[in-house]
């Protein structure tokens, strides 16, 4: 039996989700489903850095699970991707030892959510980002992110159906950059909360549009309720772009 570890993309737009729901299209139920293929029949758990929600997307996903089978490690990208469909492609895959967790190891994790500013809506593109056509004063959204960033407690950024009790979480840096009408914020931090990136990128628009204070982050954190936050910004937008471990 050995543990291997996979850096895996996907487009979200195509499902429920990543993690398994009865009756719904997931990432993960299109993993083990191929991967019972190739074990005649045989479930195989596989286990995630952690869930993405429907219609947000990944470019590094950190997936592993174990195997006795006896294939070459150069040989099981090939493998899972001629079985996967083509909304899911394996990157790279490392065999690591048996005390390696995808979740529980993760020492950092990146997001990115992407904006189209644009006056024209592209539609071939709203998979992909979300259209906010509107001026956005880029020196109070980078006066917002010095309050966020640093260890708090998310409780406000963070949707209510959260069932994670400790909501202490450390950013340790936020970016933006635009590029032809496409503003990218660059989220790294040791852990996210359900929906804490896309409610944090909400607030943040509404800074850029005079609707909220730099300052009132401070106090949104220290309030400790959701209600005092910045809209959700949709799922199509998200990206979890990379995992990092110590190794």
């Not at 869930?51 to 592993?64: E, F, L, N, P, Y």
Request: aromatic content about 12%; charged content about 25%.
């Amino acid at each position: 039996m050995q543990r291997l570890n996979c850096i895996i993309s996907y487009d979200g737009s195509a499902f429920s989700g990543y993690q398994i729901q009865p009756n719904q299209r997931t990432v993960q139920a299109e993993i083990e489903n191929v991967l019972k293929k190739m074990h005649k029949g045989l479930d195989v758990k596989v286990f995630a850095s952690g869930r993405t929600d429907a219609s947000v997307h990944a470019v590094g996903q950190s997936i592993h699970f174990d195997t006795p089978l006896n294939i070459p490690i150069n040989k099981w990208k090939i493998a899972l991707n001629s079985l996967l469909p083509e909304e899911i492609s394996v990157i790279q895959v490392q065999r690591v030892s048996s005390d390696f967790h995808a979740r529980f190891n993760v020492k950092t994790k990146e997001y990115r959510y992407k904006v189209s500013l644009s006056k024209d809506r592209d539609v071939f593109m709203r998979h992909y980002h979300f259209h906010y056509p509107y001026q956005l004063d880029y020196i109070a959204i980078k006066e917002a992110i010095k309050y966020l960033v640093g260890t708090h407690d998310f409780t406000s950024f963070c949707s209510a159906k959260t069932e994670v009790e400790d909501k202490i979480r450390t950013i340790y840096e936020i970016e933006f950059s635009e590029n032809d009408d496409l503003l990218t914020f660059r989220f790294i931090g040791n852990g996210f909360l359900y929906n804490m990136v896309r409610i944090m990128v909400g607030t943040l628009l509404e800074v850029g549009q005079g609707y909220r204070k730099p300052e009132e982050i401070v106090t949104i954190l220290e309030q400790q309720d959701r209600t005092k936050a910045g809209k959700t910004a949709p799922g199509n937008g998200l990206y979890l772009w990379k995992v990092h471990y110590d190794n």
